[in-house]
T-cell receptor
Framework: TQLLEQSPQFLSIQEGENLTVYCNSS?????LQWYRQEPGEGPVLLVT?????EVKKLKRLTFQFGDARKDSSLHITAAQPGDTGLYLC??????????????FGKGTLLTVNP | DAGITQSPRHKVTETGTPVTLRCHQT?????MYWYRQDPGHGLRLIHY???????DKGEVSDGYSVSRSKTEDFLLTLESATSSQTSVYFC?????????FGSGTRLTVV
């Protein structure tokens, strides 16, 4: 059973378009992190959200944490080819285990075509 | 950024041979992790360490062992490699705001 569900699994868009990807769970998140992974490299942390309803912006990226802390979204405005990568959400303690272990969703593979 | 390096970056080995992957950090972080990443499965935790000689199992620990004799080094050993262990392996350290990952080791078992 996947504890963190990400959608869509794949997304291919043209440069300049907007997009939103989602991360959902049936459990309440203690906190949620978003990572981006480029081919041949490890994931890189983008943001951590902690409070229900929280919105964080990182240049053209906007991250929202649901009021009930069971879902999160990542919105990219005017996507660029450099945004191409695998976007992963992750949470600690979601499986009821240690608060020091991150559980990851399977990710959304984004391709931005020039 | 925290310094974390993995070695080797690529390895091809034969079924039944032992393999050790190394993770080295320069930031004195207490927590270190080994994940494997496979298509359709995402990142899955193999083992983690919460201090020197303190380790615990993750969700996919069968066939793997780990050791941490120094704060900076966390070793992952495949005692007898199998084709199902062909994967990309990532080491990570836990910082104040999130994890920092190494660049990965691509392991192929033939």
């Amino acid at each position: 059973t996947q504890l963190l569900e990400q959608s869509p699994q794949f997304l291919s868009i043209q440069e300049g378009e907007n997009l939103t990807v989602y991360c959902n769970s049936s459990s309440v998140f203690s906190s949620l992190q978003w990572y981006r992974q480029e081919p041949g490299e490890g994931p890189v942390l983008l943001v951590t959200v902690v409070t229900g309803g929280e919105v964080k912006k990182l240049k053209r990226l906007t991250f929202q944490f649901g009021d009930a802390r069971k879902d999160s979204s990542l919105h990219i405005t005017a996507a660029q080819p450099g945004d191409t990568g695998l976007y992963l959400c992750a949470s600690k303690g979601i499986s009821g285990g240690s608060n020091y272990k991150l559980t990851f969703g399977k990710g959304t593979l984004l391709t931005v075509n020039p | 950024d925290a310094g974390i390096t993995q070695s080797p970056r690529h390895k091809v080995t034969e079924t039944g041979t032992p393999v050790t992957l190394r993770c080295h950090q320069t930031e004195n972080h207490r927590y270190m992790y080994w994940y494997r990443q496979d298509p359709g499965h995402g990142l899955r935790l193999i083992h983690y360490s919460y201090g020197v000689k303190d380790t615990d199992k993750g969700e996919v620990s069968d066939g793997y062992s780990v050791s941490r004799s120094k704060t900076e080094d966390f070793l992952l050993t495949l005692e007898s490699a199998t084709s199902s262990q062909t994967s990309v392996y990532f080491c990570a350290i836990s910082g104040l705001y999130g994890y920092t990952f190494g660049s990965g080791t691509r392991l192929t078992v033939v």
